[in-house]
């Protein structure tokens, strides 16, 4: 196994290990942009040829532009499955590329935040994470990495229907912003279904934690908008931003009276997610997610001290399945893994207390 | 088609199976909403809504399967007039199939037949504020350089109208390059003052 690879990998949750803004109610940002070559066919029907002509143009106009010097090249060929999961969970390559397939390459920075992926639906998908709420900040990197790319790359275009792209669902900016929500008191309070109707007048969609079809482990939301078409990336981040501070508001007011109205049950709640995360020999992603939540939502009062938010976010990511087979070195059967991730709970909660 | 199955009781369709078991043994039963009734009286059979519903149900897959037997055929009912795309032969019945577009000049070859779709999912059919009509009239020769208003307030990205504006230039077109100029001035400035008052 190349260890440079391996090392890489393990160091993709870098972009999530500071603090953000808002960060006891948002894990993290992300824009993302899509982009397309002129005439040459778009990536799901494309042959081989057309589809290594597009690496190549881009190859060949990264490697021209020192702005691109640090980014660090990788053919989705030469990253086995497992590494291909781990990139996944850590949110920096989409699922599409999870599967793997040929001519398609992606481009990392240093820091993790920045990721440039080829063929994957579209010829371009760039994308940009922050920790907690920073839209302004990941959107400002995405435009910088667009604009220096467009300098000699002539995206794909129409008068009327803006950046096209191979689905008509992300025409006009190939925007999607998102923001990723931890909102474990409107889910105690049972105001989510409210929250998550009422984004959908704003052209705003809601999913889980790994995207579409995901369920909402870990009382995790992914918040984005739906509509590229018809509106300026600055409306698109506006609108994002402000329905993210109202649902921020109205999860900080579900924990407050949470806790000031019914601190018993509260302190229960977690209290027996901690006990069963301190003591289970056997759990499974779901459960382990579910009380990793109540543990987070803990950290607000002042609970578990030295624990922080961004501690708790980063454990929800490594009990993940391919970051505990990671560990291990290889693909482990799931029995074994809800033994491994039980193991791993033990030993980060093992010195904490619950005050 | 296959033809609705017939209640074991009368002739009548069935619209219920219920499943007794009775001294161990399980008894399969398909009836229409009346024997159902009999059956299980803690059943709500509603007569009417029940049996328009079910003449919907067949209709409706009728109308599906003869869609479907449409769209083998080459055509989607439409008026598609067969559109194909020029450059990547795309036809425009097999992007109904996916949905996923053939090529950047998809676009222009199947314009008009996928506003109805963008107006779907973006309740928008153009990257501007206002609904492009699909028949224009012919321009004179100045209004085709001129850069129309809605389309110079910074809705595409800065970077388009800089690329917009060197291709104006190579191409001689120095009035388009000049308005192209003021409108990216016009929004350098407004984002400079929109930054000043953001600290992110």
Known sequence: MDSSLTDFVRESDLWLQSEGPKHHCIISSRARYARNLEHLPFAPRAQDEQLEQVVKIIDAVISANPYFAKLRRLDIRDINSLHRMYLKESHLISSELEQGGKHRVIYISPDYRICVMINEEDHLRMQALAPGLQLRKVLAIMDEVEMQLGRVIHFASHERFGYLTACPTNVGTGLRLSVMLHLPGLVLIRKIGEIVQGVAQYGLTVRGIHGEGSEHMGDVYQISNDVTLGKTQEEICSTLESVAEQIVERESAARNALFEQQPTIARDLIGRAFAILQHASIIDSAEAMAHLSKIRLGIDQGYFHPLTHTELSLLMMEVQPAHLMFRQGGQIPEEKRDNLRAQLLHQRLRSISYN | ?200
């Open chain 2, 1 to 200: 088609m296959v033809e609705p199955k017939k209640c074991m009781k009368c002739d009548k369709p069935v619209a219920y199976r219920i499943i007794k078991i009775v001294k161990g043994k399980i008894h399969d039963f398909l009836v229409c909403g009346e024997h159902a009734q009999e059956l299980s009286p803690t059943l709500k059979h509603n007569k009417e809504t029940h049996q328009v519903s079910q003449a919907n149900l067949f209709s409706l897959i009728k109308h599906f399967l003869s869609q479907q037997e449409q769209n083998l055929a080459g055509g989607t009912g439409e008026e598609d007039g067969g559109a194909v795309c020029p450059n990547c032969h795309l036809n425009y019945g097999k992007y109904r199939e996916t949905p996923l577009l053939g090529c950047s000049d998809c676009y222009s070859a199947f314009e008009h037949l996928l506003v109805k779709d963008l107006r779907k999912f973006h309740g928008a059919v153009s990257q501007t504020a206002e609904d492009v009509q699909p028949a224009e009239p012919e321009k004179t020769e100045d209004q085709k350089t001129r850069i129309p208003p809605h389309e110079q307030a910074g809705v595409l990205s800065l970077s388009a109208l800089k690329k917009q504006m060197s291709e104006a230039v190579q191409g001689e077109d120095f009035e388009k390059a000049a308005q192209l100029r003021d409108a990216i001035r016009a929004i350098e400035g407004k984002q400079s003052k929109k930054n000043k008052g953001h600290e992110q």
